[in-house]
């Protein structure tokens, strides 16, 4: 669900950039399972944690979000059932330092403003349950601003998540968090963004 995502975002804006392959991760492999599906092998060669790892395939941008991937271990990733084997490269590598190593910025703006988005809308539905008198009132306003939310460029300015505004309209109608809980988690989440953001002087290398 879109709010067990929320829990697993950071927020990385890394200073400077530097073009050249990547190094710390590498895709060891692309085999086909039994059941059809491609799985590729990444292995973390650096001494640090990874967080987030992208790979493209010409124009098939596809990124994975990791709690950690800890120095020397290997993950298997799923890139599709496609007929013919994939050809993914790793172009952007984000480590838990708050360092990256950025070969594709396009796909690194990406991941930056899909975080940028995430904290947009959790700030956005804070304001809504500061202002609402009940919770039916505040799942109304989330969905009534989700609605409103033009069709997402990549390119654009950050602007809220509809699928995140549902998925939190729909935990006050089910009653599986009451507004309080609910505000108080945003701001913790939120609070993790804003510290990430002052924290971050790393390199890209």
């Not at 602007?159 to 809980?181: F, H, K, N, Y």
Request: aromatic share 6%; net charge negative.
């Amino acid at each position: 669900m879109a709010k067990q995502c929320v829990v697993a975002l950071l927020f990385f804006l890394v200073v400077g950039r530097a073009s050249g392959a990547i190094q710390g991760v590498v895709l060891q492999g692309v085999e086909k399972s039994t059941d059809g599906v491609w799985v590729g092998h990444l292995v973390n060669q650096s001494h640090k944690d990874v967080v987030t790892v992208n790979l493209t395939d010409g124009d098939t941008l596809t990124t994975f979000n990791y709690e950690a991937f800890a120095s020397g271990a290997t993950k298997d990733v799923f890139l599709g059932n496609s007929a013919e084997q994939p050809k993914f490269v790793v172009d952007v590598v984000v480590y838990a330092d708050h360092t990256a190593e950025v070969d594709n910025e396009h796909a690194f703006g990406f991941i930056v403003r899909a975080h940028q988005r995430a904290a947009l809308t959790l700030q956005k539905a804070n304001e809504i349950l500061a202002k609402a008198g009940s919770k039916e009132e505040a799942a109304k306003e989330m969905e009534a601003l989700a609605a409103t939310v033009p069709v997402l460029r990549h390119d654009a300015a950050p602007q809220v998540v509809p699928a995140l505004l549902r998925s939190m309209a729909e935990e006050l109608r089910e009653g599986s968090i009451t507004p309080d809980e609910l505000t108080k988690r945003n701001e913790s989440h939120i609070a993790e963004h804003q510290k990430e953001i002052m924290r971050v002087q790393g390199d890209v290398r």
